[in-house]
């Protein structure tokens, strides 16, 4: 979801400390916009166990644990209301165990039965993603100079679908649900009202109309592409979520549930991965990103043990081999992180860009490979 990153680099750099009181959420994102893509009652500010053979029941009844890697090895679908039998069987060569479905408003509801039906015979999780493309959405552009931004005015309205869609899917086998998309970037939502959504959601689902007291309710992935940040550390996104737990919202949650109205954090820590022509590691702020951007923050506010959820990160080198090698890196770096659970590699295909690990004609690139490679490698099988 990162189009031409290198040419807006310098530009989106010096803009960072200019525009984000604009907004109050500035956005260094550089999505194209033609694409888009948990327990009810714990008290997260207690400390949950990562150690190795340690679990904690933040989910309820269902057995995903801060420390569970079971699930980890993700990716996003070409298409989320159609998969192709190449697609799931190249899913089952390199061990896909989970998936990020859009669910977007433009398509049926049976369609995408369909493919959380083939899932879940095919032993893979899905986690749906639910944003402006889910609804009847509303914006209005704001141009910080390189591009729209598409701030968003509705966004309370994307409840009354939810309402109908987590009971719907609940049936069909959808555990987890992602509340908006890079929501500090080029998909806007101020951080007020984000908190007002994700809270009005969390209470419904968990609490008063109890849609699926079972569900996974994540955090809409923070855009925290590295754009030349000491560290990889976005500062823009830092702000933001800091901006977030302020809120007056988030605020009356926490002190009506004594908890945070998420179940897990997410994430696009972008371009904190690099290597040279040798493939030497030029780069590996991965680790520092998500610290910098999310966990020193949510440690102030008792979430320093809250799971995270690489939901989207991709390379978009041309170069097969080196693309391959980045993908390497981010996978092993993010598995030996024991919050990160999740790793959704962007994407399997997608036009026009080299973040997709096949070619236009389905072919496989190295990166595909890779990916089967490092499974083996992390999991011993």
């Known amino acids: 979801m990162k ?5 807006k680099l310098i530009l989106l750099t010096a803009l960072t400390v200019i525009f984000f ?12 916009p033609n694409d888009t893509e948990s327990g009810a009652s714990k008290n997260m500010s207690e400390p949950i166990q990562t150690t190795a053979g340690q679990t904690a029941d933040i989910f309820g009844p269902r057995t995903i644990t801060a420390d569970d890697k079971s699930y980890f090895f993700g990716i996003s679908p070409t298409d989320s209301n159609y998969i192709s039998d190449d697609e799931w069987a190249n899913y089952k060569l390199i061990g896909i165990k989970s998936l990020r479905i859009h669910l977007q408003a433009s398509h049926s509801w049976d369609d995408y039965d369909k ?3 083939r899932a879940a015979k095919e032993g893979i999780e899905v986690m749906m993603l639910v944003s402006y493309e889910s609804y009847a959405s509303k914006s209005e552009s704001i141009d910080l100079g390189w591009g729209p931004i598409m701030h968003f005015t509705n966004s309370l309205d994307l409840i009354d679908v939810l ?14 649900w992602e509340i908006w998309n890079e929501e500090d970037g080029m998909w806007n939502l101020t951080p007020d009202e984000y908190a007002a959504l994700i809270t009005q959601v969390y209470e419904r689902c968990k609490y008063t109309d109890k849609w699926d007291e079972d569900a996974v309710i994540v955090f809409g992935g923070l855009d925290a592409v590295n754009v030349g940040f000491p560290q990889g550390i ?17 605020t009356a949650f926490k002190a009506k549930y004594n908890r945070s109205p998420f179940d897990v954090m997410a994430i696009h820590p972008y371009n904190t991965v ?65 919050q990160i659970t999740r790793f959704h590699w962007f994407k399997y295909y ?32």
């Open 3 to 7: 189009s031409n990153i290198k040419i």
């Open 21 to 32: 009181n604009f907004t109050g959420c500035k956005t260094t994102n550089t999505t194209n």
């Open 115 to 117: 493919v959380v039906q």
């Open 163 to 176: 309402a109908q869609a987590i009971p719907h899917f609940k049936d069909e086998g959808v555990t987890a």
């Open 234 to 250: 976005n500062g823009t996104a830092q702000q933001w979520l800091a901006k977030f737990y302020k809120t007056d919202a988030y």
């Open 274 to 338: 690099d290597v040279d022509t040798n493939l030497d590691v030029t780069e590996n702020d991965l680790e520092s990103a998500i610290k910098g951007v999310a966990l020193n923050t949510m440690r102030k506010y008792g979430d320093e043990n809250m799971p995270v959820w690489l939901t989207e990160l991709g390379d978009q080198n041309a170069d097969d081999v080196k693309n391959a090698k980045i993908l390497e890196l981010y996978m092993k770096t993010a598995y030996d992180i024991p």
């Open 350 to 381: 997608y036009a026009g860009s080299n973040y997709s690990i096949v070619k236009p004609d389905g072919t496989p690139r190295q990166s595909l490979y890779s990916y089967e490679q490092v499974v083996k490698d992390l999991t011993g099988k």
